[in-house]
């Protein structure tokens, strides 16, 4: 936080006429406020070091860092305000990176990637995908600020739901889970068509994390927010494996034999 000192202050300016900056250059704490209480509507000079009712602070200048290297050709960094950067396809940076864009949102949300646009806000994501009127952007991995094509896809607000990460603010560091003190468990539910529905108690967190993972699949598909995505993974290569060793030959998808 600035001290409250005029030097800070949006109505006290350096004045530019030619007399005023030969006056500045051998005083260099003047100031010509513009909203001073003693002349309200005229100029009035003070030192940089006064203060009064008045004070405004004046907004930090917007600082962007410098982006790292990419790790690879096929992505790029763009600089975002407050230390943050989004990630982008090479393809998309030529484009993008005309533009200055700052990082919107906060820890506990996460953060996005925008810029302002007359009274609004376009987003990054909004701006990469063109969804149609009434659809929104999903970011698959959960980071606001990973802006690869592969990383988003336009669907609707209810698929969107489903894919959004755990609070940090809840007993449990998983989505769908939360510890009772009375039974002194871990209780797993998952929200469905504006209901609760209760998956059971149990004694091991990541158990109960588990069971979350198998049901928001069951019911969300590929727009389930899975606390253990690699277990997902592995299932799906362990069944396309069974279903190549079965008979000994590729399953009904591999076409006409």
Known sequence: MCDRVCANCVYAVRAVGRWHRVMQSRWPGLRTCINHPEAPGELHETVATGTCRNFRARPKPVVRGEPPEPPDDSIRYIPLTRGKFAIVDAADYEWLSKYKWLATGNEKRGFYAGRRVGQGMLLM???IMQPPPGMVVDHIS???LDQRRANLR???QRHNSHNRRPSRWTSSRFKGVYFCRATGKWVATIG?????IHL???DDEVEAARVYDRKARELFGEYAYLNFPADAETMQERGS?????SDGRAGENA???
């Open 125 to 127: 994501h909004r701006a």
């Open 142 to 144: 959960g980071n606001g």
């Open 154 to 156: 336009v669907c609707s």
């Open 192 to 196: 469905f068509e504006g209901r609760s």
């Open 200 to 202: 059971g108690s149990f």
């Open 241 to 245: 494996d069974v279903a190549v060793r």
């Open 255 to 257: 076409g006409p034999a």
